[in-house]
């Protein structure tokens, strides 16, 4: 049977169930959202009261940070009403999720409910975390336990990848097929089956390593700052490492998940972790106190303020209980490997140490390991399925598994066990059998396959073409063969029939790699991928290899940030050294730059992601096309230096934004758009995701969204075959300037700031001098002019602003301290 997505229902409107219906709401899928009636209603009470907590969960939803939805537009998409006068309106739903509270009565209870309302073809899955799957369809008929299972998401639902699905005996592999598609492509996870055990794999792990983690700090005088600076970002995770972590979902929580656990696990021999008698009683301790961490103000950390009045976070000393100012934990063995660059390496030099850190990650990386392995096939069929939930759900860099594989496998074996961690037959059989690692790699480092032990053996692994790695195409071996009988002197047939790698050009600050198919691709590696003069170079040298040897171009990474914008240090520095002139060589060149991007003779793809902010939010502009993820982060934001856009930026606004406007009547009324282009740059707007830039103009109705931040790059590639089959290249137009009449009115809109307190005298300078831009110089009358002509109000204009006093201050605060400076 086909099944599709048109309609959704989320039965529980708390946080994860009003996440939930958000992120269907943003993929297009209209979505019903129903709790519990209102308090001390009655049915045929006014739909405001009886359904109250839907409203109310509904509310939380519209007024989340960070935000829940993609756009204020989509809430639009959400309908509310209550579990006991509205199941009439899930009787056409495709797919429902229960999201209620953990208790199997009430879970049951709305299973039969749902039973007879809704149609033999919806789907019904269940979010707990903690029950089993089948106990909650038991006693249900075969025609709904063949459409139920498990969908397990993690809070916050727009923003963690994993998705962890669960079926049960009965459920139809067709069902299950579907939702894990779903999943991947459409919702933008990273999707992984678990088999119906306790917590599944995310928290099982979670709470097991992390229990692992506090008994061993306690049993050996660790601090929780030191701790925190071993098991953070060292070792491949996020920086809440482990204390963070608890206070950020809440110790409350994590300690009710391990108690909870305990029971459920008792064929577990390592359960005992979870019972440690100094770990109980400080969580006693800590819930007793109510510090819950960040959502109590104080868990292991507490925000202070310092002896000089800034904000700092004061640690918990596990042995006084009380709050100690913040130290820097130094170790010898991490002095000595924490620049290591592969976190495998890393993790293997750290782990041989002889000093206090060392130890404390190798018994916890003993630990971790061992239970990985006795945890498959029990809890999922797989090693890939564990590693992923890892990487995906926590942000890990690498699994139990390539951790393993990355320090040694059977030069730890024994070394594990006679610490006590036991490690599974299947391993030692692995090893014994020619098997020396849990995944086989390919010469470019992808894996191509893992171990299975039910096979005995190794198991491809399925290929996505979606999935396009950087490092993949840089290492990947591109062969030129030449006929031997072709008539070219030995000596160049020679250093033509040789292997290359995917890297046709680079330099400091960014590449040229061959995507294959006829595809470029430019990416950056500059220091926070910022746009300096290597990034201007390589750009040239990709277009004119566009020109060249390639159909198309993306632009594109797999850094964390698409692009930061220009590099604010070269900039400050000529501005400081009087090197104005050079400086406007810079500017010019950056401007042609973004304009030849524009107007190639091949289609330029960009491919967005995370951060695009000054600058980098230009680049986007620049192409023909944009193929996003979802969670695009962009904006003009350089008044927060003190300047204005000098890239395009302003240019590209206008073209976006006003010139559809004027284009469609003559007689149209600018002043509302050009407003919206001058507060977006004055205000230092910032999009809060792809949709929102669409919103803003930044991208353009034509453009793409992409929801699964691994299929970007892929997508991109697949735009750009698309667009270079007859492409017709654009050509340079007019911009209107709106002129003298609209520069007066938004002169006066500058003015009511200052005079409300919301913008200083220096603000209020760049205001103006961005409204002179934005009208064409104030022209005396509105029409429409050259892009150049923006384009040389931007540079006049930028210069002028690097040289005064206040913008040389703001610059050097950004630099200084990240952040900007209001003067």
């Given at each position: 049977?086909?099944y599709?997505i048109?309609?959704?229902?989320?039965?529980g409107?708390?946080?994860?169930?009003?996440?939930?219906a958000a992120?269907l709401?943003?993929?297009?899928?209209?979505?019903?959202l129903?709790?519990?009636?209102?308090?001390?209603?009655?049915?045929?009470?006014?739909?405001?009261?009886?359904?109250?907590?839907?409203?109310?969960?509904?509310?939380r939803?519209?007024s989340?940070?960070?935000?829940?939805?993609?756009?204020?537009?989509?809430l639009?998409?959400?309908s509310?009403?209550?579990?006991?006068?509205?199941?009439?309106?899930?009787?056409?739903?495709?797919?429902?999720?229960?999201?209620?509270?953990?208790r199997?009565?009430?879970?049951?209870?709305?299973?039969?409910?749902?039973?007879e309302?809704?149609?033999p073809?919806?789907?019904?899955?269940?979010?707990?975390?903690?029950?089993?799957?089948?106990?909650?369809?038991?006693?249900?008929?075969?025609?709904?336990?063949?459409?139920?299972?498990?969908?397990?998401f993690?809070n916050?639902?727009?923003?963690?990848?994993l998705l962890e699905?669960?079926?049960?005996?009965?459920?139809?592999?067709?069902?299950?097929?579907?939702?894990?598609?779903?999943?991947?492509?459409?919702?933008?996870?990273?999707?992984?089956?678990?088999?119906?055990?306790?917590?599944?794999?995310?928290?099982?792990?979670?709470?097991?390593?992390g229990?692992?983690m506090?008994?061993?700090?306690?049993?050996?005088?660790?601090?929780?700052?030191?701790?925190?600076?071993l098991?953070?970002?060292?070792?491949g995770?996020?920086?809440?490492?482990?204390?963070?972590?608890?206070?950020l979902?809440?110790?409350?929580?994590?300690?009710?998940?391990?108690?909870?656990?305990?029971?459920?696990?008792?064929?577990?021999?390592?359960?005992?972790?979870?019972?440690?008698?100094?770990?109980?009683?400080?969580?006693?301790?800590?819930?007793?106190?109510?510090?819950?961490?960040?959502?109590?103000?104080?868990?292991?950390?507490?925000?202070?303020?310092?002896a000089?009045?800034e904000?700092?976070?004061?640690?918990?000393?596990?042995?006084?209980?009380?709050?100690?100012?913040?130290?820097k934990?130094?170790?010898?063995?991490?002095?000595?490997?924490?620049?290591?660059?592969?976190?495998?390496?890393?993790?293997?030099?750290?782990?041989?140490?002889?000093?206090?850190?060392?130890?404390?990650?190798?018994?916890?990386?003993?630990?971790?390991?061992a239970?990985?392995?006795?945890?498959?096939?029990?809890i999922t069929?797989?090693?890939?399925?564990?590693?992923?939930?890892?990487?995906?759900?926590?942000s890990?860099?690498?699994?139990?598994?390539?951790?393993?594989?990355?320090i040694?496998?059977?030069?730890?074996?024994?070394?594990?066990e006679d610490?006590?961690?036991?490690?599974?037959?299947?391993?030692?059989?692995?090893?014994a059998?020619?098997?020396?690692?849990?995944?086989?790699r390919?010469?470019?480092?992808?894996?191509?396959?893992?171990?299975?032990?039910?096979?005995?053996?190794?198991?491809?692994?399925?290929?996505?073409?979606?999935?396009?790695?950087?490092?993949e195409?840089?290492?990947?071996?591109?062969?030129v063969?030449?006929?031997d009988?072709?008539?070219?002197?030995e000596?160049?047939?020679?250093?033509?029939r040789?292997?290359?790698?995917?890297?046709?050009?680079?330099?400091?600050g960014?590449?040229?790699?061959?995507?294959g198919d006829?595809?470029a691709?430019?990416?950056?590696?500059s220091?926070?991928?910022?746009?300096d003069s290597?990034?201007?170079?390589?750009t040239?040298k990709?277009?004119e290899l566009?020109?060249?040897?390639?159909?198309a171009?993306?632009?594109?990474?797999d850094?964390?940030?698409?692009c930061?914008?220009?590099?604010?240090?070269?900039?400050?520095m000529?501005?400081?050294?009087?090197?104005?002139?050079?400086?406007?060589?810079?500017i010019?060149?950056?401007?042609?730059?973004?304009?030849?991007l524009?107007?190639?003779?091949?289609?330029?793809?960009?491919a967005p992601?995370?951060?695009?902010?000054?600058?980098?939010a230009?680049?986007?502009?620049?192409?023909?096309?944009?193929v996003?993820h979802?969670?695009?982060?962009?904006?003009?934001?350089?008044?927060?230096?003190g300047?204005?856009?000098?890239?395009?930026?302003?240019?590209?606004?206008?073209?976006?934004?006003l010139?559809?406007?004027?284009?469609?009547?003559?007689?149209?009324?600018?002043?509302?758009?050009?407003?919206?282009v001058?507060?977006?740059?004055?205000?230092?707007?910032?999009?809060?995701?792809?949709?929102?830039?669409?919103?803003?103009?930044?991208?353009?109705?034509?453009?793409?969204?992409?929801?699964n931040r691994?299929?970007?790059?892929g997508?991109a590639?697949?735009?750009?075959?698309?667009?270079?089959?007859?492409?017709?290249?654009?050509?340079?137009?007019?911009?209107?300037?709106?002129?003298?009449?609209?520069?007066?009115?938004?002169?006066?809109?500058?003015?009511?700031f200052?005079?409300?307190?919301?913008?200083?005298e220096?603000?209020?300078?760049?205001?103006?001098?961005l409204?002179?831009?934005?009208?064409?110089?104030?022209?005396?009358e509105?029409?429409?002019?050259?892009?150049?002509?923006i384009?040389?109000?931007?540079?006049?204009?930028?210069?002028?602003?690097?040289?005064?006093?206040?913008?040389?201050?703001?610059?050097?605060?950004?630099?200084?301290?990240?952040?900007?400076l209001?003067?």
């Open positions: 049977m086909a599709h048109r309609k959704a229902a989320v039965i409107s708390g946080t994860m169930g009003g996440g939930i992120l709401s943003s993929v297009g899928v209209e979505t019903v129903l709790d519990i009636p209102g308090k001390d209603t009655q049915p045929g009470d006014p739909a405001s009261k009886r359904n109250a907590v839907a409203l109310e969960g509904l509310k939803v519209q989340s940070r960070p935000a829940q939805l993609y756009s204020a537009a989509d639009d998409l959400i509310v009403g209550n579990i006991d006068d509205s199941l009439d309106m899930v009787a056409d739903a495709d797919w429902i999720i229960e999201v209620v509270v953990e199997l009565d009430i879970k049951r209870s709305l299973m039969a409910k749902l039973a309302v809704i149609s073809t919806t789907i019904v899955s269940t979010n707990t975390s903690g029950l089993p799957i089948a106990s909650i369809a038991d006693g249900m008929d075969d025609s709904f336990t063949r459409r139920f299972l498990g969908t397990h993690f916050p639902p727009r923003y963690l990848r699905v669960i079926p049960h005996a009965n459920t139809d592999p067709e069902v299950l097929d579907f939702i894990m598609r779903y999943g991947a492509q459409v919702l933008g996870k990273g999707v992984v089956l678990c088999k119906d055990t306790p917590n599944f794999i995310g928290n099982r792990f979670m709470t097991m390593s229990m692992q506090v008994n061993y700090t306690l049993d050996n005088d660790f601090t929780v700052e030191e701790v925190d600076s098991t953070g970002p060292l070792i995770r996020p920086r809440t490492a482990t204390f963070r972590l608890n206070d979902v809440g110790i409350d929580v994590a300690v009710g998940v391990a108690r909870n656990l305990y029971p459920a696990i008792a064929g577990d021999p390592a359960r005992a972790i979870l019972e440690h008698p100094g770990t109980t009683a400080l969580f006693d301790r800590l819930l007793a106190e109510n510090w819950l961490g960040n959502k109590t103000g104080g868990g292991f950390y507490r925000q202070m303020r310092g000089g009045g904000k700092e976070f004061w640690s918990l000393n596990l042995e006084t209980l009380e709050y100690m100012p913040p130290s934990p130094r170790f010898e063995s991490v002095g000595k490997h924490r620049k290591v660059e592969d976190t495998g390496e890393r993790i293997r030099l750290l782990i041989n140490e002889d000093d206090r850190a060392a130890k404390l990650l190798w018994h916890h990386h003993a630990f971790y390991l239970y990985a392995s006795n945890r498959v096939p029990e069929e797989t090693i890939v399925n564990v590693d992923n939930a890892q990487k995906w759900g926590f890990h860099e690498m699994g139990p598994f390539e951790i393993w594989d990355a040694g496998v059977e030069a730890t074996i024994a070394d594990f610490a006590g961690y036991p490690v599974a037959g299947w391993v030692k059989q692995m090893i059998s020619g098997h020396p690692t849990f995944y086989q390919d010469e470019t480092g992808k894996a191509t396959g893992y171990y299975s032990p039910q096979e005995g053996g190794y198991v491809a692994l399925a290929d996505d073409p979606r999935v396009i790695r950087v490092e195409l840089r290492a990947r071996k591109v062969t063969a030449v006929s009988g072709a008539l070219v002197p000596a160049v047939k020679e250093d033509l040789r292997t290359s790698t995917g890297e046709v050009a680079r330099n400091a960014a590449s040229v790699l061959d995507m006829g595809v691709l430019l990416e950056f590696h220091p926070a991928n910022a746009i290597d990034v201007v170079e390589m040239w990709a277009l566009l020109d060249t040897q390639f159909d171009l993306v632009v594109g990474s850094a964390e940030r698409f930061v914008g220009a590099n604010l240090f070269m900039v400050a000529a501005a400081q050294s009087g090197q104005l002139g050079e400086l406007e060589k810079t010019k060149a950056s401007q042609d730059m973004m304009q030849a524009r107007y190639a003779s091949k289609p330029v793809v960009i992601h995370n951060m695009a902010l000054g600058g980098g230009e680049f986007v502009m620049a192409g023909a096309r944009v996003a979802a969670e695009l982060y962009a904006g003009l934001v350089e008044v927060g230096v300047l204005i856009p000098g890239s395009g930026g302003c240019k590209e606004m206008l073209r976006r934004v010139n559809p406007v004027m284009a469609s009547h003559p007689n149209a009324d600018a002043l509302p758009h050009l407003q919206k001058f507060e977006q740059i004055a205000l230092a707007k910032i999009s809060e995701s792809a949709k929102m830039a669409r919103e803003m103009g930044i991208l353009a109705p034509c453009d793409r969204i992409v929801m691994a299929h970007l790059l997508e590639k697949r735009e750009a075959l698309h667009m270079a089959d007859g492409y017709i290249p654009q050509h340079s137009g007019k911009i209107y300037a709106a002129g003298r009449d609209a520069y007066a009115a938004l002169l006066i809109g500058i003015e009511a200052i005079e409300g307190g919301y913008a200083s220096h603000d209020a300078l760049i205001s103006r001098k409204a002179y831009i934005l009208t064409g110089g104030a022209i005396s509105p029409g429409w002019i050259d892009e150049q002509v384009l040389d109000l931007e540079r006049e204009v930028f210069l002028e602003l690097v040289q005064t006093e206040k913008t040389l201050e703001r610059m050097a605060f950004m630099l200084q301290y990240n952040k900007p209001r003067n």
